[in-house]
């Protein structure tokens, strides 16, 4: 069964860093294209980033380029997003999700359970 | 960047109505089309990816359709469980893999 599960999600103060994580399992991880997608409190769903099999290409949001940076460790089976100069509006909680392909876009799924993340002072 | 508009934003219908809701993007996305149901407090679920193509153990009442720009996601008999937010997705080209803002849809 594919699995995936998000962490290192909190509390952190405006200008600050948080690296999310997310620990695959169930299936041939660089096979797959990965991304992540926020949701803000009662609103709808955001793409960030993504990120290919080979980890070789990667894509942001505009809203986040410059300030986060998606990678992924095959060793670990693990993808991260590391997120700098955070800013109020990147409150949110956090989705990781698997891609049908190794090099994207294409549909979610699965999704995980997401980990929340709050900017605030 | 390719925008998407779902429409309605919300819709009131009763169990066993077929409700249909509507997704239309800003330039040609040929197929790359796909539906997301969310329950409070959830985690988003696939139901259709690819315009039309039913994902593994989601009920056939869901059903969607088009291709280019005009897309629907047609539930036949609404059952309790449906009562939920939808989303759809394009992917298409490189990303962003842009999302519409949502359509909730609550019990009458």
């Known amino acids: 069964e594919v699995q995936l599960l998000e962490s290192g999600g909190g509390l952190v103060q405006p200008g600050g860093s948080l690296r999310l994580s997310c620990a695959a399992s169930?299936?041939?991880?660089?096979?797959?294209?990965m991304s992540w997608v926020r949701q803000a409190p009662g609103k709808g769903l955001e793409w960030v980033s993504a990120?290919?099999?080979?980890?070789?290409?990667?894509y942001y949001a505009n809203s986040v380029k410059g300030r986060f940076t998606i990678s992924r460790d095959t060793s670990k089976n693990t993808l991260y997003l590391q997120m700098n100069s955070l800013r109020a509006e990147d409150t949110a909680v956090y989705y990781c999700?698997?891609?049908?392909?190794?090099?994207?876009?294409?549909?979610?799924?699965?999704w995980g359970q997401g980990t929340q993340v709050t900017v605030s002072s | 960047d390719i925008q998407m508009t779902q429409s309605p934003s919300s819709l009131s219908a009763s169990v066993g109505d077929r409700v249909t809701i509507t997704c239309r993007a800003s330039?040609?996305?040929?197929?790359?089309l796909n539906w997301y149901q969310q329950q409070p407090g959830r985690a988003p679920k696939l139901l259709i990816y690819?315009?039309?193509n039913l994902q593994s153990g989601v009920p056939s009442r869901f059903t969607g359709s088009g291709s280019g720009t005009d897309f629907t996601l047609t539930i036949s008999s609404l059952q309790p469980g449906d009562f939920a937010t939808y989303y759809c997705?394009?992917?298409?080209?490189?990303?962003?893999?842009?999302f519409g803002q949502g359509t909730m849809l609550e019990i009458k």
């Open positions: 999700v698997k891609e049908p392909v190794a090099v994207g876009p294409g549909w979610f799924d699965p």
């Open positions: 690819s315009a039309s």
């Open positions: 990120i290919s099999g080979s980890g070789d290409n990667t």
């Open positions: 169930g299936f041939i991880f660089n096979n797959y294209a």
């Open positions: 330039q040609n996305i040929n197929s790359c």
């Open positions: 997705q394009q992917s298409c080209g490189t990303p962003p893999n842009t």
